[in-house]
């Protein structure tokens, strides 16, 4: 499948979520640092960035001498990840590909698949998960990043007292597997397509493709973090996103 519902939808946010993903604490102060920490060194490494966006992770992975080619299925935002990356002088392959059809890509060529943010979004997740057991070398790992499945059901959220203050978060039909039109922040000029699986899909599908978990990251917030942004008070309470790294093991004799 090299077009579906949630790339359409992503493409039509394109140019929103680049100005977002340029300005976000999140993303830039809490997700990005914690990526780039346990992806360790990559100089010399043959990365793919599954799910590039605007580009961000795959200049700065560049920039620290890994070999990249980022992957994203919204023309959009390959047209300006390819932009930056030109106008920063930074050599990053770009390749326009949904997560589940990378026909682009010869199989068993990279040290590192990177999915920062972006398989809770795709729709085929299990058909993703085989490309990537498909592109790595045996050895190689897969490192993602998702919003946390255990708190992102369709409905969820902080419930709130009186004078506004965080009560606790209440969650509720967890095991829908479902999807939603959702604006991301008010600022976005359209809704994107949301989607939410439960924690076992997520597992089942790497392991099924014959991946073996090696880290499993439910990060809170440092101090360090709580004074670059109030709104990581909220990650001492409950984890918002999970960090996974698998890897796809030698073949035996």
């Not at 997520?202 to 109030?230: I, K, N, V």
Request: proline fraction near 4%; charged fraction near 25%; aromatic fraction near 8%.
């Amino acid at each position: 499948m090299t077009d579906d519902t949630s790339t359409r939808s992503w493409d039509g946010i394109a140019d929103d979520w680049v100005a977002h993903a340029d300005s976000n604490d999140y993303r830039n102060h809490y997700l990005m640092p914690r990526m780039l920490a346990m992806l360790g060194e990559v100089a010399g490494k043959r990365v793919l960035d599954l799910g590039c966006g605007e580009g961000g992770y795959a200049r700065e992975l560049g920039r620290q001498g890994a070999h990249v080619t980022a992957v994203d299925g919204s023309a959009r935002l390959i047209e300006v990840a390819r932009q930056r990356a030109r106008s920063e002088g930074v050599d990053v392959r770009f390749v326009q590909a949904n997560a589940n059809a990378l026909d682009a890509v010869e199989s068993s060529q990279f040290d590192i698949v990177m999915a920062p943010m972006s398989l809770m979004d795709v729709e085929d997740y299990r058909g993703a998960i085989g490309e990537v057991q498909r592109v790595l070398l045996s050895g190689g790992e897969l490192v993602m990043s998702i919003t946390h499945p255990c708190f992102s059901a369709p409905v969820s959220g902080w419930t709130r007292g009186d004078n506004g203050s965080l009560q606790v978060f209440a969650v509720d039909r967890y095991f829908e597997r479902t999807a939603w039109a959702e604006k991301i922040t008010p600022a976005f000029r359209a809704p994107v397509l949301r989607r939410h699986r439960p924690l076992e899909d997520y597992m089942a599908a790497p392991l099924e493709c014959g991946l073996r978990l090696r880290a499993f990251h439910e990060p809170g917030a440092t101090d360090e973090e709580l004074q670059r942004s109030h709104r990581f008070r909220k990650l001492t309470r409950i984890p918002y996103f999970l960090f996974m790294r698998w890897i796809k093991e030698s073949a035996r004799p």
